[in-house]
């Protein structure tokens, strides 16, 4: 007995070939069943007349089981996997795809890519589902907020120290500043907001956690008290100088954008940098000056209104005296100031009773009074005093007594005498 041939077609071909038999049967007409499957009259005479000379298979499409002339050649999705799996496999799609065009020329859609992926059985990179929370609308204005954070990583992936990147998030527009620091802390603060400020402006306010480089936690001062006042840091105090707003945020899902930019780098920019073998803080932010410029290229929003609302950058040297560590420290009467353990000698005579001591980020000392710079010079540097490891014991010493002392006297019982001995009697 002979095999039949299995012919494999849809619900609609099916539906189509039914209505075409029933017009060569002569049960319709052609008018008729042109209306009934949707197609013209010209069309129906050409499908029965296909189905007369090729029989049922001249219902299904010419192209079926012939590849597409847009499928990609199989050489290309053979090396793609391949690199795929040697290179990229911790990659995202999205940032695969991004690499395999630029680095080997290969243009995919990250789709195409997990369809591939799905079919050949290789695991990839996916997104988590993420907690619901309440969108917040950006704002309208570019520099009408900046979100400021350090973000503590392994960047370098154990090729060289851990570090922090200070990042910079324009709340409008997303764009991006950062740079790499060996910690969080003032200066790191203080050195990236003068490099934002040079490149940008000064914006409006900015949005901080309450880490203590960025707020106070001191108990306030009497003056403070008396003044309503509440302690502020240093780096809080540059940016009132700078007429800069200053909002705290109290969660981190508060300031969400410069969390999820953290997220993104640490996913997109920890990999750019094992690909060109980066092992340094150094390497790292000379990365960065082309690295960032093209991020934010690709993911730069355009703002609700085209105002910049940044204000002109100050001079340079006026933002080094704004951007720094201010103390005050008491004149003594040798015209000596002690900070940080350091003696500084006044050359002048000056009525000062009490100066400001300033730390520029370049690690010089600048001393002045009334807005008047003084001239100095360092003499001495307080020495430590270091303790031993183990405290000292003193044991009390016996105490001698002199040759003459009654202790040191042989005892002799005295003799009674005649008339001691009759009393006694």
Not at 59 to 87: M, Y
Not at 159 to 165: A, H, K, L, S
Not at 391 to 412: A, D, N, V
Request: hydrophobic share 35%; with cysteine; glycine share 6%.
């Amino acid at each position: 007995m002979a095999e039949k041939d299995m012919i494999t077609m849809s619900r609609t071909e099916a539906k189509t070939l039914h209505i075409i038999h029933q017009a060569l049967d002569k049960k319709i007409t052609q008018v008729e069943a042109a209306g009934i499957i949707g197609l013209s009259d010209r069309q129906i005479r050409r499908l029965i007349k296909r189905v007369r000379s090729e029989g049922d298979d001249g219902i299904c499409h010419r192209s079926r089981g012939k590849a597409s002339n847009r499928c990609v050649p199989k050489k290309i999705k053979e090396k793609t996997l391949r690199l795929f799996t040697e290179r990229y496999k911790d990659f995202n799609l999205v940032h695969a795809t991004e690499k395999l065009f630029e680095l080997h020329g290969i243009a995919i859609n990250d789709e195409t890519l997990r369809l591939w992926l799905n079919k050949a059985a290789v695991s990839y990179k996916k997104r988590k589902a993420r907690k619901h929370r309440r969108w917040r609308e950006r704002k309208a204005h570019y520099g009408e907020l900046v979100q400021i954070d350090g973000s503590h990583h392994d960047w370098f992936e154990g090729r060289g120290p851990v570090c922090v990147f200070m990042g910079y998030i324009d709340d409008a527009t997303g764009t991006v500043s950062g740079r790499f620091y060996d910690y969080e802390g003032v200066m790191p603060a203080m050195d990236s907001m003068k490099r934002y400020i040079k490149r940008y402006g000064i914006p409006q306010s900015v949005y901080l956690d309450k880490h203590t480089t960025y707020k106070s936690w001191a108990e306030p001062t009497i003056e403070e008290q008396l003044a309503d006042q509440k302690p502020m840091s240093h780096f809080e105090k540059s940016l009132a100088e700078l007429g800069i707003d200053v909002i705290h945020a109290n969660s981190p899902q508060a300031k969400g954008r410069v969390e999820r930019l953290f997220k993104t780098l640490q996913d997109r920019l920890v990999k750019e940098m094992r690909l060109v073998g980066i092992k340094s803080v150094e390497e790292a932010n000379e990365f960065l000056k082309g690295y960032l410029p093209k991020y934010n290229r690709q993911f730069r929003k355009k703002a609700v209104s085209e105002a910049d609302l940044h204000l002109p950058a100050p001079h340079s040297r006026e933002l080094d005296r704004i951007l720094c560590i201010k103390e005050e420290r008491t004149v003594r009467n040798d015209f000596t100031v002690l900070h940080n353990g350091t003696l500084y000698q006044i050359e002048e005579a000056t009525r000062a009773q009490k100066v400001q001591v300033e730390e520029r980020l370049d690690g010089t000392v600048h001393i002045s009074y009334q807005n008047r710079e003084l001239r100095y010079q360092e003499i001495a540097r307080k020495q430590s005093i270091e303790l031993k490891a183990e405290p000292l014991i003193y044991k009390k010493k016996g105490w001698t007594p002199l040759p003459e002392h009654p202790w040191k006297q042989r005892y002799k019982p005295k003799r009674k005498t005649k008339e001691q001995l009759s009393i006694a009697i």
